[in-house]
């Protein structure tokens, strides 16, 4: 498979994070990183973003986790895969002393047999549309990550969605974020994370009304049907989201 200009200069820089420590950036506020910093260390910064990308945008993230900053609650992402959003995520929330902690949750072994269900719903074509795509990941890579950034305020819990969420049922959240691509997912965490939201969370959706993944507007819109919040849409660097606010 043929790879495009930026695939190619990842693949020359990112040897080189091994060799530029971290310490050089880490006192400074993470929205001054230079750019190169994405691609040296494998997550998103700020000046990394360009415009009408694909994926999470982390100038979204961090706005969503400065709306939240004053509320009670914990910070959750479902749909960790290489920890690209969760570790600046956790490194934002640090750099502001928040007593917050992140907690990461995914299988980090890919799709289950839950993807026939989008399959089956059509959408753009995907070269992830299958059962184990995802899976170039693993927890261990991500746990490296957290220690490379010295970050102790994130927990990252391995497993598929109904297996792990309820083990933190006395959880209360004040930001959630979602980039879990299928209907099943979606469903599973909105019916856990809906009531744990404290008056005025947020809950993003990575991929509500886009093409490739239709189940997450399936799931998003059947769990919204009766209740007051409706999709919010957010637009930053020409790319859309759309988020919820817990009114009550």
Request: hydrophobic share 40%.
């Amino acid at each position: 498979m043929s790879m495009n200009l930026r695939q190619r200069a990842k693949l020359a820089i990112s040897p080189l994070g091994n060799l530029i420590p971290v310490s050089r950036y880490l006192n400074r506020p993470l929205r001054s990183w230079p750019g190169v910093t994405a691609l040296l260390y494998d997550i998103k910064v700020p000046q990394s973003v360009r415009a009408k990308t694909s994926g999470a945008n982390i100038n979204i993230l961090l706005e969503l986790l400065d709306k939240t900053e004053a509320l009670p609650g914990e910070v959750a992402e479902c749909g960790v895969f290489r920890g690209r959003t969760l570790v600046p995520m956790a490194l934002y929330l640090a750099q502001r002393a928040s007593a917050k902690r992140v907690f990461g949750f995914d299988s980090f072994e890919g799709f289950d047999d839950a993807v026939e269900v989008d399959i089956g719903l059509g959408g753009t074509r995907s070269k992830d549309k299958h059962i184990g795509a995802f899976n170039e990941t693993s927890l261990r890579l991500v746990e490296s990550k957290l220690r490379r950034f010295g970050l102790s305020n994130a927990t990252l819990v391995k497993g598929y969605f109904r297996e792990t969420l309820q083990r933190y049922s006395q959880c209360q959240f004040s930001f959630v974020h979602l980039d879990c691509d299928i209907f099943e997912s979606y469903k599973e965490c909105l019916e856990f994370f809906y009531p744990r939201m404290n008056q005025g969370g947020i809950i993003l959706f990575d991929e509500y009304r886009t093409r490739r993944w239709p189940g997450c507007t399936k799931a998003v819109d059947e769990y919204l049907d009766d209740k007051p919040e409706k999709p919010v849409l957010i637009e930053r660097d020409r790319q859309e989201k759309f988020y919820v606010r817990k009114v009550a």
